[in-house]
């Protein structure tokens, strides 16, 4: 499932516009907010949806201390703002954690500023003490991946296909016996997106603080899933506000956004949305290969495209390579489906223009200007929001 907002932002992946770019010719902004590392290729579940390829889980390539020192030193040169490394596997826990902990020692002279914050994603299966300790070290803001109730985590089993729930829950007990906060992203699938109410339940009581709900989509090697009926997805979001409303004190990601949206739009700041640019959100392999847009795209290999790949840290410096992101065809086509989206959508201002690899892998094409993403984590929910408005 695609990282479809950085850690922190409060309008997810985008940048404020400077206000003398025309709203029309500039789509992707000119530097990074969110820099997403690929510490491991290795993961020790095999969740029947994901995106990678089993071959490639199933593979341990670690990253290289260098590819670290090179991006530290990107991070260095351009300037004072504050960057958000966001650690996404493969499983990124397989790490040794000797090489994790020597990854992260190139950071800490930008973490001590406050240059830099680390994010882990993780499915917490193998989360202990140890790693705890390592989280308190490095100052780590922690995600988990888990799909609500042992019933809703039918797809998460390791390679021996034997369920994960339990060890993910033995993780999570480790995180709050150690006062680390965490949040949680949650695949719906066909199954549970009927049951909306379980779900929220079980977050409402998870301790998390906040949870994330994505759709479950057709992205990668996974391609042949069925396709959520849209009236599904809607009473989905509507059971969601309708639970908020009541009381509940669960923060949802979507629900945020959406009334953040709305909140600026009635205070005569629907601008800043407006004018947002796109984080480019580079993304780097474990041998320092370097893609843009979503992390997605790592490891693909196209015969229009190419392998997505702009250049290398160990050869060039991250500036170096960003600097000649337009010429990329996939990016140029991004941004055209985006200002595409501009004219076209009446839910561009909230969607912002959909994410990159949901148009590559539904459609094999950049430029198109909606996707099962946008229906069912944008129209829908505004929809849902819509519908009890009006209720």
């Not at 474990?286 to 790949?309: A, C, H, I, Q």
Request: glycine share 8%; net charge negative; charged share 25%.
């Amino acid at each position: 499932m695609p990282i479809t907002s950085a850690p922190g932002q409060a309008t997810p992946g985008c940048v404020p516009r400077q206000r003398d770019q025309s709203t029309e010719d500039v789509v992707l902004a000119p530097r990074f907010q969110s820099l997403v590392l690929q510490p491991t290729t290795l993961c020790n579940l095999n969740c029947s949806y994901c995106y990678l390829s089993a071959s490639e889980r199933k593979t341990r390539l670690e990253m290289s201390v260098p590819v670290a020192e090179a991006l530290a030193a990107g991070i260095t040169e351009r300037g004072t703002d504050v960057v958000d490394v966001v650690w996404h596997g493969g499983e990124p826990l397989t790490t040794r954690r000797d090489r994790f902990r020597a990854l992260l020692e190139p950071f800490e002279p930008l973490r001590h500023q406050g240059r830099v914050r680390h994010f882990v994603q993780t499915n917490a299966t193998l989360i202990d003490d140890a790693w705890c300790d390592l989280f308190h070290r490095y100052g780590f803001r922690v995600g988990v991946s888990i799909d609500g109730p042992e019933a809703a985590n039918r797809a998460r089993t390791d390679w021996g296909n034997r369920p994960s729930f339990d060890r993910v829950m033995r993780g999570i007990s480790r995180l709050r016996a150690h006062d680390i906060a965490f949040s949680a992203i949650c695949v719906v699938t066909e199954q549970t997106v009927t049951q909306p109410e379980s779900l929220l339940e079980f977050f409402e009581d998870l301790g998390a603080t906040s949870v994330g709900f994505n759709i479950e989509e057709l992205e990668g090697a996974n391609d042949d899933r069925q396709t959520i009926p849209p009236e599904l997805v809607r009473r989905f979001w509507r059971k969601m506000f309708d639970r908020l409303d009541a009381g509940s004190p669960l923060r949802v990601r979507e629900a945020d956004r959406l009334l953040g949206y709305l909140a600026d739009a009635r205070a005569g700041g629907k601008d800043r949305w407006d004018t947002a640019l796109h984080d480019p959100i580079p993304t780097v392999g474990t041998n320092g290969d370097v893609v843009v847009l979503s992390p997605e795209l790592l490891g693909v290999k196209d015969d229009r495209y190419g392998d997505f790949v702009l250049g290398n840290v160990l050869g060039q410096t991250l500036a170096a390579i960003l600097n000649r992101i337009d010429e990329a065809s996939y990016v140029r086509e991004y941004t055209e489906g985006a200002r595409r989206c501009r004219q076209e959508c009446e839910f561009f201002v909230f969607c912002q223009g959909g994410q990159a690899s949901n148009k590559y892998f539904e459609h094999g094409d950049f430029t198109v200007t909606e996707t099962a993403y946008c229906r069912n984590s944008k129209i829908e929910l505004a929809r849902a929001l819509g519908e009890k408005m009006g209720a």
